[in-house]
């Protein structure tokens, strides 16, 4: 229950636990308790020696209350109140003050006192509703991170056997397809293509369940982006389609990257800005050095993205617009992540009706190799 106190913690100040930095740096409650008393006995020094007959200094009796509602429990907060009631009697006893002031200030202080108590019920509450948050996410994120963990291995289990099926498959294919009935042979190419198509799929859950453990690594080595880039084009070409792709490059930029997860990343863009592409639009791939990082630029003609769908877009699963393609969702999180694993960034610049433009920066060197030339 909010504001319920355990036994003989009456002057705890219920700093969470596991709070090391914070219980250094609290104040002693015993202390805080002992100089909202002395506070209270100077108060009623100062009533019966300097302010004879006079209830304004008889305030302060109420300030030890509402400071002490910061730091201590509702009990300890109710002790000093109790302890600042019995001043404010001795006060009115000795000053011989008439019955009517006196019930007055009583009544006054105790009212302090009840607001007192139950700020210090809400800052109780507060912590514990804090502490209870607290542990949720961590519970929260040690599972989300054995999610990963066993995702990855599972996915890292799957894709032997699924290689397996497709290698057997595409060599029965080949060895017997001259004897097969049309429908077999499209009945053959299709579970290929459902076994090449999970196989992707479970590629891009183990790269993003690596990425969310910690364990993505790269093999950086020098590399030419524009070499990568341009092979990248060359197979989107030979796979046909109507698109017209473009690629304004220098004839070398060298730096150092993992070749394999670069490439990862310029065929993700390269492939998306061609789905979101009309037939016969055209996609342009750009690259050049500024100030020590190679910049890449993708741009479509596709439909565009609101503010709304940037923000969303690179998140995980993230499925943006309407859209009947094929694929995990995972494939601008995980090129997200091979980026910034480079030191690098990419964003998006899109309005919606005028297509989309992808930016990649990476650093030409890191700290693992030099780029050659």
Known sequence: MAGSEPRGAAWDTSVPAGDAASQRRSVSPWLIGALAIASLLVALALDLTLMPQGRVVSLLYALPILV?????????????????????????????????????????????????????????????????????????????????????????????????????????????????????????????????????ITTDLHDAARLGVG???????????????????????????????HLDA???????WDRERIAQVVANLIDNAVKYSPD?????????????????????????????QQTRLFQPFSRVGETTLVGSGLGLFIAKGIVESHGGRIWVDSEPNRGSTFTVRLPLRSADCQPAG
Not at 234 to 240: F, N
């Open 250 to 256: 220098p004839e070398q930029l060298t730096g150092c």
């Open 215 to 245: 364990e993505f690594k790269l093999q950086p080595a020098p590399v030419d982006l524009v070499a990568v880039v341009r092979e990248v084009v060359e197979a989107q070409l030979v796979s046909g389609g109507q698109h017209r792709l």
């Open 68 to 200: 002490v509602a910061r730091w201590l429990t509702p009990r300890a907060v109710g002790v000093i109140g109790a302890a600042a009631l019995c001043v404010g009697v001795i006060s009115g006893a000795v000053q011989g003050l008439p019955v009517a002031v006196w019930i007055t200030d009583v009544l006054g202080l105790l009212l302090i006192v009840g607001a007192a108590v139950l700020l210090a019920r809400q800052r109780v509450a507060m912590l514990h509703d804090a502490r209870v948050i607290e542990e949720g996410n961590r519970r929260l994120t040690d599972a989300q991170q054995q999610l990963q963990v066993f995702i990855a291995a599972v996915t890292h289990e799957l894709r032997q056997p699924l290689t397996t099926i497709v290698g057997y498959a595409q060599g029965l294919q080949r060895r017997i397809e001259p004897d097969l009935a049309e429908q077999d042979r499209r009945a053959l190419e299709a579970i290929i293509e459902a076994v090449w198509r999970t196989r992707r």
């Open 280 to 308: 016969g639009g055209e996609v342009r791939a750009s690259l050049r050095e500024e100030a020590g990082s190679a910049i890449l630029t993708i741009s479509d003609q596709g439909p565009g993205l609101s503010d709304d």
